[in-house]
């Protein structure tokens, strides 16, 4: 089950990434997911230096071939990160954009 | 420091749908008696490197389980640390002799995977990363595609590199009979092996394997059993880093190998130029070449290519890196790896190897890691 409570505790921390712009620093293409992602598979997991300070790890939205290169600009959007489960939970958090 | 090892004992390693993990442990823990000449009498506590058995198996105590199931009873525990668990609790059982509390304990590896689905198992594997990375929908071979993206970029290293290190691996384990995969595979055929992670392929990875492992540690340093040169870990080293690769400055590098490394070497007193044979955790292809430049027996950025052209393969190289197959080919069941490390060292530095010796063998290194490189133990031991 995803915890209603971790949820609220983790969007907290969302706003203030919002929007932000960075560059790819490595990136992968996930064929083999773990449970939960089978979905939308296959899907780029990028790393990303926001504005040459924070990395974070995330899904590449909206994306096609070309931009998956060490280097590309990104933008951090808001997206749902999972299935939500039988208890209505839909988790929210960053993705990146190729911009 | 000096502890001996007495005895080792590891189950074959593979797909072993009809054994149990107490099964599992009996028969490593046999071996390993029987291998020391001691009785479990002798015992005086139990450690149990372990990752997943409360995520898949729904079973945590691990330390009272397998006392119970091996009929005795003395303190236990069960240590984890990811991948790294069997490594950790080597290290742990060291510290417990080497403080004088206990004179001769026993160490198990053991972890059972092939029960599950693959999705289950990768899902239960990424309860070792960071929770970013969770919510990135992103498994171990897609955290080690990062680290093999940034390091081809920085250094040129290409997929066939990669691929070489499992050709190797497989070609070493056709001389293990304890081995998960015992053929040879090709360059070509791990190059167009299907993608998991790019651009790590099936066959850059490791497999989810079951298994077990078992050595007995001792502060006496007169082996039981004559005719036999007796074996000594004489460094043993744990250092960590962040969980998450996105709290590292470098990708190229593990930093907590490194550094585990460096107090390894100094505790030793032995430099990388004299180790003769190593296991290390090449739990993806990308994995040993890293580890051979972080344990500095090439330099960064050159150990992919001098592991093409067959420097740390058994017959032509030096120091051999995985005579048992390493986890690619001889397994990796994660709780176990840690401990069966250790139990090809000691193998090979008492020239019990067979067909798969490393000729002349005086000093061996074992590198195990947790995570993506959040936990590194390094051990090394002398046959004298």
Redo the contacts between chains.
Sequence with gaps: MISPVKVWRHQKEIAFLLGKKGKI??????????????R?TP?P?V?VELEKT??????LVDWQFKDLK?GKRVKAVYRI??QPDSEGVI?Y?I?FKPI | MKVAVLGVGTTKFGELWGVSPRALVREAVKEALIDANLKLADIEALYVGNMLSGILGRQENLGALFAEELGISCPAFKIEGACASGGLAVHNAILSVLAGIYKTVLVIGVEKMTDHK???I??AL?GAG?D????????F??LY???A??HM?KYKTTEKDLAAVSVKNHYHATLNPKAQFQFEIGLEQVLTS???????KLLDCSPTSDGAAAIILSENRKQKTENRKPVFIIASMVATDTL????RRN?TSILATVKAAKKAYQTAGVSPTDIDVAEVHDCFSIAEIIACEDLRFFQKGKAAKEIIKGKTRLGTGRPVVNPSGGLKACGHPVGATGVKQIVEIVTQLRGEAGARQVKKAKIGLAHNVGGSGAVAVIHILKND
């Design positions: 620093i490595s990136w992968t293409l996930i064929r083999v997911p773990p449970a939960g992602y089978e939308e899907y997991v790393l924070k990395r974070l790890v995330g899904q060490i990160t999972r988790p958090g993705k | 693959p999705e289950e990768t899902s990424m960071h970013e990375e969770r919510a990135a929908g992103i498994t071979p897609g595609a990062i680290l993206r940034a970029e299907p993608i998991v992670a790019e651009p790590l998450g690769l996105a709290g990708l």
